[in-house]
Each structure stands twice: as structure tokens, then as C-alpha cells.
Nanobody, 121 residues
Framework: QVQLVESGGDLVQPGGSLTLSCAASGSFFSINAMGWYRQAPGKQRELVAS???????DYADSVKGRFTIARDNTKNTVYLQMNSLKPEDTAVYYC???????????????WGQGTQVTVFS
């Protein structure tokens, strides 16, 4: 079993910054891609940013230039640095990880419990 524990959500004013963290623990061989998703009230969950084990990144157009995803493979942790926050960034942010469970490479997706980010004036 794999657990993802997120932290860092908070209330912040527009233009502010936050850093989210997500640490993976449990029984697995390695973690492939990790990512951050978000879900605002009444909307579908959407990809914010993702990062491969090798460090290749991908971002939603709405956050490019403002958010930065990074990871520490030695700590099985992924980070999301969020700058220039806007009210439309308000959502529950979820961590996602593709964990390799067997020596043959069988993997499974896991989700964190979510952390609330609220941007308000």
C-alpha cells in the first residue's frame, strides 16, 4: 500500500505564494510520474502540473510561468511552488503518483487526500 500525504495549503491574498508538498510512503519499488491536480467547487478535477522521474515537466496553460513543479527522488516527494496566485487558483489540490509495485514494473496510481488552497481579496 502507498500513502501520499500533502501539506502546504492555506489562505493567501492575490499575488501571494504558496508551496505544496506531497510525500509518498509505504511499500513500493519506485515512483514514476508524480503530479498535482486541482478541483474547484462545481468543476472537474484538472491536471495542474506533472513531472517524470527524470525531471521532465508539463503544465496546464493556466499556470505556466507562475507554478513550478519539482521532486526529490531520494525523499519520494513532489513540490508545487505557486507564485502570483489568483482567485481562480482556489481549489482543493491533490497529489498523484504512479508507484511501481513489483520487480516486473507493475504500477498503480495513488491519490492524496487533498489540501485546500484559497486565494481571496
Amino acid at each position: 500500500q502507498v500513502q501520499l500525504v500533502e501539506s502546504g495549503g492555506d489562505l493567501v491574498q492575490p499575488g501571494g505564494s504558496l508551496t505544496l508538498s506531497c510525500a509518498a510512503s509505504g511499500s513500493f519499488f519506485s515512483i514514476n510520474a508524480m503530479g498535482w491536480y486541482r478541483q474547484a467547487p462545481g468543476k472537474q478535477r484538472e491536471l495542474v502540473a506533472s513531472i517524470t522521474r527524470g525531471g521532465s515537466t508539463d503544465y496546464a496553460d493556466s499556470v505556466k510561468g507562475r507554478f513550478t513543479i519539482a521532486r526529490d527522488n531520494t525523499k519520494n516527494t513532489v513540490y508545487l511552488q505557486m507564485n502570483s496566485l489568483k482567485p481562480e487558483d482556489t481549489a482543493v489540490y491533490y497529489c498523484n503518483a504512479d508507484a511501481v509495485l513489483t520487480r516486473t514494473g507493475v504500477s498503480r496510481q495513488y491519490w492524496g487526500q487533498g489540501t485546500q488552497v484559497t486565494v481571496f481579496s
